[in-house]
């Protein structure tokens, strides 16, 4: 069934809610590899209770709507989709401990053709539940692969951002382990295909792959390092495009380049010789 534009750009995805306590703040650290070192004083406050802090990527897995091209009326062939890039902005450090509201939309839809799909770009603000303060907004764009060519606005996508051609300023290599996609799903992410070997022959891998989010969180982690020295406060924004998948295991090497308060990023699979994320780019605050 064919895409319609009217329908699916004026969706209601309803709103969401979450309380998450410092056991969520602390899992989801782990989850991307803070706290390797325990005696390292700069991560251990991402991992224990004592003036507990949260990693600034979290902020993708608040409030979220669930898969909702499965489970809404969008006419999508949502088996086909695949995540393209991903933003956050950060409008305050995120609180390690808050109950917060979700409230998503759909912001653009591009038809790339019958060959190429479709673009669905959706929003998702997330509010202090009490208040209403904003505290983040997610920005993610998915590639509908089997709905292009349904006759929609055929616009170009913005050039994405581009390192500075040199050699890095900065390279971080962590190396995942084997069963970090069983850990990071913990989040929120249930999707079979990061744990069950059968779903993910049938999606064409040899095996689950990681979830991107992950690998993104990855990229995260070490500009927060290297570039923020931990200081959860200093990231305002944070952009990466997904190019490969990632595997449970691979030696992820992120790459990074900072020209002020810019940083540019791209991140490569070792043993494969593979970019999985690349594009990336953060605003730092002063």
């Not at 004026?10 to 070192?37: F, M, R, V, W």
């Not at 897995?61 to 499965?70: D, Q, S």
């Not at 300023?169 to 744990?195: F, I, K």
Request: hydrophobic share 35%.
């Amino acid at each position: 069934m064919a895409i319609d534009y009217d329908h699916l750009i004026n969706l209601p995805i309803p709103d969401t809610e979450q309380s998450y306590s410092h056991k969520d703040c602390i899992l989801y650290a782990l989850s991307l590899g803070y706290g390797e070192d325990p005696l390292d004083r700069h991560q251990l406050p991402y991992v224990f209770e004592k003036n507990l802090k949260a990693a600034p990527t979290m902020g993708v897995v608040l409030a979220h709507p669930g898969y909702w091209p499965k489970t809404l009326d969008t006419g999508l062939d949502w088996v086909r989709i695949v995540h393209a890039e991903q933003a956050l902005e950060l409008h305050k450090p995120l609180p390690p401990e808050a109950s917060v509201t979700g409230k998503s939309r759909i912001v653009d839809i591009v038809d790339k053709g019958a060959e190429k799909g479709a673009l669905i770009t959706y929003e998702r603000r997330i509010l202090d539940a009490g208040t209403q303060e904003p505290i983040c907004t997610i920005t993610q764009t998915m590639i509908a692969r089997g709905d292009g060519g349904f006759g929609g606005p055929q616009k170009s996508a913005p050039r994405p951002p581009a390192p500075p051609e040199r050699e890095p300023d900065m390279s971080v290599t962590q190396r995942t382990p084997e069963n970090m996609a069983l850990l990071y799903r913990l989040n929120g992410d249930w999707n079979p295909l990061h744990a069950d070997p059968d779903v993910a022959s049938n999606a064409g891998f040899d095996r689950p792959i990681l979830h991107g989010l992950a690998t993104w969180g990855i990229a995260g982690r070490a500009i927060l390092g290297e570039a923020c020295n931990y200081d959860s406060n200093r990231i305002k924004y944070l952009f990466g495009r997904f190019t490969a998948p990632a595997y449970p295991g691979d030696t992820l090497r992120t790459d990074i380049w900072q020209d002020g308060l810019e940083v540019f990023f791209r991140v490569t699979a070792i043993e494969r010789d593979k970019i999985v994320i690349n594009n990336g780019r953060v605003e730092l605050r002063n």
